[in-house]
């Protein structure tokens, strides 16, 4: 079974042709902090939505890349800085 970052929906991390250590650490890395935010971005879509079915990670790079950037700015400081609401 592979890991989410694995998807090929998502960060297709398999793909990557590389042997460079320092490249494939930078990479992974990377996607680490996007998988965090995305994660913190899908809660926050699940806590708003009227749904029992929570988004798979794929609809919320969907839903997220037909925002504006400022949108997703919102989210990226709202994940490093707290909420609205704090």
């Not at 899908?42 to 839903?63: E, G, L, N, Y």
Request: hydrophobic share 30%; glycine share 2%; net charge negative.
């Amino acid at each position: 079974m592979h890991s989410r970052p694995d998807d090929e929906r998502v960060f297709n991390q398999d793909s990557i042709q590389s042997c460079d250590f320092d490249y494939l650490s930078n990479v992974f890395g990377i996607n680490r902090i996007a998988y965090n935010i995305l994660s913190y971005i899908r809660q926050d879509m699940i806590s708003k939505s009227q749904s029992k079915r929570h988004p798979s990670f794929s609809a919320v790079q969907d839903t997220l890349n037909s925002k504006r950037l400022s949108h997703v700015f919102r989210y990226i400081v709202m994940y490093y800085l707290g909420s609205e609401d704090d």
